[in-house]
């Protein structure tokens, strides 16, 4: 990994009822971010929020927002590619994606190169609340974990609820991961995703990039913003408030384990990736792919 920096950006989508117009929009608006933060930052790699092209509540059925979203690469995407190619950045998209079948729809995340090109996409493992088509919802769930060599470092992707998992970063962590980016539309409460966001950096040690939405969807749900940037021992580097716009920070791996605690005189010695224990994992891995449920009455 080479040291650069990284932005998170918070955008809100278009309110109101979702159409072609409204994606469109929702799109221009994501490149409009994109060109200002790299012309103000110099960022070479922006992560973007969950579901940025269309809000992660939509007020419509599967079908109605299968027909609105598109494959990827395609219609959905195709402005991001643009100005990631114009300006020669690392873009990470997040939006609904148009599976095989009407009314299939993935909740993705695209990681989108310097070139234009799409280099990865994973599709959200860990659905929310009633937003699994089993649960009454929209989206299906995805089932592999993904990270992507570039020429700025290992990138992993997880969406949002996947950050209260630990086992989905970890495994992105064992494949190679330096960064892993959070493209999220959070609906509980700021506590939580700094929480979360902190753990899964410190868990593994690498950096993570939060972009979490903003305004309100077109199915009326509010965001709250508050984007953060995360080194490996869980110091945020960056954070956002509740509008929209970036917060930036340099990523530096030669001084991201180099104390035990942020301007510690103490230094790293301990590795939570190397110092597990693989004998314990081994002997409990049936428990591990056990079912399992909290014991505790809940809603």
């Given at each position: ?172 962590a064992v494949l190679g991961a330096e960064v892993i980016c959070r493209p999220s539309a ?114």
């Amino acid at each position: 990994m080479k040291a650069f920096t990284a932005a998170a950006i918070q955008v809100a989508p278009e309110p109101g009822p979702l159409t072609p117009a409204t994606v469109a929009a929702n799109l221009e608006r994501c490149a409009d971010y994109v060109r200002r933060c790299v012309e103000e930052t110099g960022a070479e790699l922006l992560v973007l929020p969950e579901t940025a092209t269309t809000g992660f509540t939509t007020g419509v059925s599967p079908d109605e927002l299968w027909d609105v979203v598109s494959e990827i690469p395609g219609p959905v995407t195709a402005p991001v590619q643009e100005v990631a190619r114009e300006l020669g950045v690392h873009v990470v998209l997040g939006t609904y994606e148009r599976g095989y079948d009407r009314g299939t729809v993935y909740n993705t995340a695209a990681l989108i190169g310097p070139t234009g090109d799409v280099l990865g996409t994973y599709r959200k493992t860990h659905l929310f609340c009633g937003e699994g088509r089993g649960d009454g919802g929209w989206v299906t769930p995805g089932d592999r974990a993904i990270v992507v060599d570039t020429e700025l470092g290992k990138i992993g992707l997880i969406i949002c609820f996947d950050g209260d998992y630990p086992e989905l970063s970890r495994i992105e962590a064992v494949l190679g991961a330096e960064v892993i980016c959070r493209p999220s539309a959070l609906l509980r409460s700021a506590d939580l995703w700094e929480l979360t966001s902190r753990a899964r950096a410190y868990d593994n040690h690498v950096f993570l990039v939060g972009a979490n939405a903003t305004g309100v969807d077109p199915g009326g749900t509010i965001y709250f913003g508050n984007s953060l940037i995360v080194t490996p021992i869980a110091e945020v580097l960056a954070r956002g408030a509740s509008h929209q716009g970036w917060v930036t920070a340099r990523l530096d791996p030669e001084t991201a384990m180099s104390s035990l605690t942020p301007g510690s005189s103490v230094k790293q010695r301990f590795d939570h990736l190397a110092d597990r224990s693989l004998t314990v994992i081994e002997r409990h891995m049936d428990e591990l792919r056990a079912p399992a449920k909290t014991p505790f009455p809940h809603g």
